[in-house]
């Protein structure tokens, strides 16, 4: 990555331009969080709801009381620990962030991204970076500069820092309510944040049903080709049928099942949670753009440690809303 392409991207920032951007999650694509106009922009190239809120990327944690205010201690400390890192904190915002930003919202979603090329931006820019995954809405997010341009071609600029490391968005903790909660689970686990926080932080919040995250709508990260979830014991009996429906299959699981055939597009699913998780979008964009009729992903096993690959894959194959 040369840093002319990186000043470049921070003098279009300042501009008032739209830029991807690498994290070690996912592409944003970024907007100066102070410009009203520039934050609109983002709601338009995604094709985004307005009330849909963004998380604003800082250059460190420091510049937290610019944007949140009456930050509990517990938030502190684990900023202090996470950060620069794959984890975003829910706080009250502070007065005069937009609601372009905040969806209207009283609470603001903050997050440092360790990726060296995303911080370096961030320095340059010196001023908070509003940036949700760089993908059209209810799109699988980015994990390369190369998805980016599949979603936006030529309108957006792009840096180009690798493919991502973690490969899923980031751990959402909420931290703007009596007690703090998970909305979106991530990289860190829940057991990982308490005790960095110093206080008990449960699981994924199901309490509220209600939409505050756009993630946290039942189908979205999904591909466009019908995609199933199935027990891995399950996938011959489904692969067999399609087959003998001349149906062409995609198939994200550990191994191919024998006697497959000539029908199944077979990815090569990792062992880990932090593989999976690192491969996953690219994966399933990969069989996406192969015109099948349908994608069989081997449901992972059930452990904690799988919470985030299970969160995402659910997603991937909840069916739409019609
Ligand atoms: O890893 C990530 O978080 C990536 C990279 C680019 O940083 N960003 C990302 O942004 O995933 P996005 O917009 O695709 O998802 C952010 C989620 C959304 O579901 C949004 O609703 C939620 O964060 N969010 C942002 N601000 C919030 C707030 N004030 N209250 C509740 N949820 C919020
Ligand atoms: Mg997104």
Known sequence: MQSDDVREAADRLKRGDLVAFPTETVYGLGADATSRDSVRAIFAAKGRPADHPLIVHLPSADQMDLWAREIPDAARRLANEAWPGPLTLILKKAPGVLPEVTGGQDTVGLRVPSHPVALELLR?????????????????????????????????????????????????????????????????????????????????????????????????????????????????????????????????????????GRSVYWRQMAVTPEGVAHELYSMLRDLDTLSLDEILVERPPAGVEWTAVRDRLQRATARRPS
């Open 124 to 260: 340059l820019v010196g001023r908070g970076v509003a940036a949700p995954s760089a993908n059209k809405f209810g799109h699988l997010s980015p994990t390369s500069a190369q998805h980016v341009l599949q979603e936006f071609g030529d309108d957006v600029f792009v840096l180009n820092g690798g493919p991502c490391r973690v490969g899923i968005e980031s751990t959402i903790v909420d931290f703007s309510r009596e007690t703090p909660v998970i909305l979106r689970p991530g990289h860190f686990d829940a057991a990982q944040l308490s005790a960095w926080a110093g206080v008990q932080i449960p699981g994924m919040d199901r309490a509220s049903g209600t939409p505050r995250v756009s993630g946290s709508l039942e189908s979205h990260y999904a591909p466009t080709t019908t995609t199933r979830l199935l027990d891995v014991e399950d996938l011959p009996a489904a692969i067999t049928s399609l087959a003998a429906n001349r149906k062409r299959i995609g198939l994200y699981a550990r191994r191919l099942p024998i006697m497959s």
